[in-house]
């Protein structure tokens, strides 16, 4: 009794080290979204411009176990010195406003849980749609539900690649763009270590991704990377634009 009491014992403490290695590797088998590589469009196209009344609706999916979280629209409802897209869910109802200003460069932005609005604005697609730009940003950020303090953010963009991939809403010329924010500050302070991490296919036709994937993993005192926590792992497809 007790050796098998010991047995099961060493076999759970083996299956909890392994169990974060198993989550990534579940989720590394999730395939992102294959398209078809382009060369680079000479000259780069434009970007649309925004105008009242355009509009996305992208399907949400949990890439952790691949289910529908929701379904979200987003329309641009004033244009001017600031950019307002409205955004609500089927499931949610209404969500936090995404702001930009200027076009292009998001002052608020509701993506990341809790929502955020930047000191100094920050671009959403790369300034160049040109394969092998890349920058870092920084600024800071100001958490919507907890106003008054404000934390350090910095992101890392870069253009990959031209694809063309297809969704329910059609088919799109789109630019691969890899982003990382490496060590922001969380408005949690019981966060020690903080990442995040996301693809977009952005297209310019749209003036908005055709998909987003975006995932984070965080630490608290005592716990390793190794055992980080995740964040949602969400993928954004769109489904119509107009």
Known sequence: MAADFIQVSIFRRIFLMALPALLVGCISSQPAPRGR??????????????????????????????????????????????IRISRSGVKAG???????????YVIQDPHWQPPQKFTKAIPLWPEQLQVGWNKFFTTQYEALSYPGATYYWGLSMAATQWERIKSPAGEFSVLRVHNEIPNFVSNDLFRVGNVRDEELWFSPEIGRWVVRRSSGRYITSGVYWANAYWEDFLEWELISWK
């Not at 649309?48 to 979200?72: C, H, L, M, S």
């Not at 969500?95 to 200003?101: A, F, G, T, V």
């Open 94 to 104: 209404p969500l936090p406003d995404e702001i930009q200003s200027p076009w292009g």
């Open 37 to 82: 590589l382009e060369a680079q469009p000479m000259p780069p196209p434009m970007v649309r411009a925004p105008k009242i009344g355009q509009e996305w609706v992208y399907q949400v999916r949990n890439i952790f176990n691949q289910e529908i979280v929701d379904t979200v629209t987003e329309r641009v409802v004033s244009v001017g010195d600031q």
